[in-house]
């Protein structure tokens, strides 16, 4: 139940920090138990009403509002000194809240690799249950069924079982989702299984986190929170800013006893029986360590802040995929979103009532709904793809630091299963040339209708860091992700950027494409691999999918929580969320992050 200071208890039996994706799954699964207290610490607000955030469609509006935490990075030398902005959402339900609702599956290889880097009880046989338990899929009509080319849904994909609604956005009446298929299967990359079994690649329709009952974005709010809020052992306090975590002095293990937080320009503090969960995220997480002493005592001690835990790793190995993307102009008569992008007040009444009256229209899409995970090189299969990965391989070492982690995806790669890149199409231009403030990527948009083919990193070698500037728990924290610091991450996303003047010029995607149309930008022809790193260098942002600051590895690996997710040096204080990855998924973190926190809550309560 929602609560406020007045009302608080001295102690709770658990404590979690952020009320975001993974401390809204945790909080509901110990809940269940009525002997249990839990209180919820949330610095947003509940915004369950809020239309920026239970439209699909308007999801766009998030980064940079109230809702978002409005981080930046610091410049990035290998993107031409550009900031990047990271979208972190603060509000209740977190980053589930204001992301773009596609709902892509990780690799099976990749969680296994968490296990075989010293983590017990984390490889995919285990995981897997945790992956199906957070979500129900709905299927469309058999029609559109047909159209998106769902046979690869198999019985044991439609009986997962959860909270989270996943859906299919998609319609029959769009060409282009079909032409993305079809395209795919002409270049021999069609669909080579389900995606939902984790072992896939090649091109698909993929799915979103939205009701297909209400056209809303389903998330951790919704699905883990509101059905549960009246549960009497159960409180959440929203606008409470975590200040640090306080420990009993003496113990070798620390003992956490204490949370202190400001809530309406006040300091509050309140006790803790048994553990203090932090699930405050990829920058919030390691923060919250480090303003509670745990972390490298450089940085501390330069700080004025006390040293409670020496652990160097507290922060470190941040990794994420950065994206870019070419916008090419269709023919007329193809419908696409870009009138909406453009703010079009004619468009966007008619969508808004469209929406409104009969819940339909391109306000019940969010994001991208055509996806592929690819090889690296020419789709050819002549060609030496296999050998040019295992080249590229060779003439770039590991980084020693991250030995372990940049063997196991050398391993991945090499095994010819994973894709060193994801593919997709948005339905509206973008503008990456413009984005100096790093605020958006959808300002001074051109007339005419477009499609936006993209790309991402899967497995990124590049690791960067995020830590305290001061001990004011107000300030934001230094987020360094060090882009493309590791040279084989340019090499393998420019090989992707190449790829995307074949893919326009495939058909019957081509038959879509205007010839001799208009592009995003007069650079954004990049026929060789000069001009493809160029423009990375030049427009690559991020996809916001921070992981790994509060690395589960062992702790002379680079680790911060242990494979029970408690963090070292501490009997009591976990962390459930995608700081504690040590290898980022190949796929957009949030049912990676959902799958987590199932596992963590099991795990807490098997330590009750």
Known sequence: MSVSTARLADSYDYVIIGGGTSGLTVANRLSKNPGVHILVLEAGYDHLDD?????????????????????VTTAQEELKDRKVRQPQGRLLGGSSGINNQAFICPSSNAIDTWAELGNDGWEWAIMEPYYRKFYTLNLPDAETCRHLGLDYITDTDKEARGPVQVSYTGTSQDPLSKAWLDTFKGLKHGLTGSPYSCRSMGGYANAATVDPSSKTRSYGATAYYAPVAQRTNLFVLTGAEVERIAF???????????????????????????????????????????????????????????????????GENLQDHLMTGISFEVNEGIMTGDSLMRQDPEAIAAATELYQSHKAGPMTVGGIASHAFMPTGTPDPASKTGS???????????????????????????????????LFMFLAQTNLHNDESAKDYLQNLQAGNFISLGTCQTYVFSRGSSHVVSNNSSDPPKIDPR????????????????????????????????????????????????????????????????????????????????????????KNVRVVDASIMPLIPRSNLQSTVYAVAERAADLIKADM
């Open 51 to 71: 239309p920026r955030v239970t439209i699909p469609a308007l999801c766009m509006q998030a980064p940079g509002s109230d809702l978002d935490w409005q981080f």
């Open 248 to 314: 009993i002095d003496g113990n070798a293990d620390k003992v956490a006893n204490a949370v202190c937080f400001m809530y309406k320009g006040k300091s509050w503090t309140v006790g803790v029986r048994k553990e203090v969960i932090v699930a405050a995220g990829t920058f919030q997480s390691p923060k919250i360590l480090e303003l509670s002493g745990i972390g490298n005592p450089g940085i501390l001690e330069s700080l004025d802040i006390k040293v409670v835990v020496r652990n160097e790793n507290v």
């Open 388 to 422: 040019e990965l295992h080249e590229l391989l060779q003439q770039h070492p590991v980084d020693s630091k991250y030995e372990h982690q940049h063997e196991a995806i050398r391993k991945m790669l090499e095994a010819q299963t994973e894709g060193t890149g994801a």
């Open 483 to 570: 882009y493309l610091s590791h040279p084989l991450d340019l090499e393998l996303l420019a090989r992707h950027v190449q790829f995307f003047e074949r893919l326009a010029r495939s058909r019957p995607l081509s038959d879509y494409i205007k010839p001799n149309g208009k592009r995003n930008h007069p650079t954004a022809y990049v026929e060789d691999l000069d001009a493809a790193k160029e423009y990375v260098r030049t427009t690559a942002l991020s996809t916001y999918h921070p992981a790994g600051t509060c690395a589960m590895l062992p702790r002379n690996k680079g680790g911060v929580v242990d494979h029970r997710l408690v963090v070292y040096g501490t």
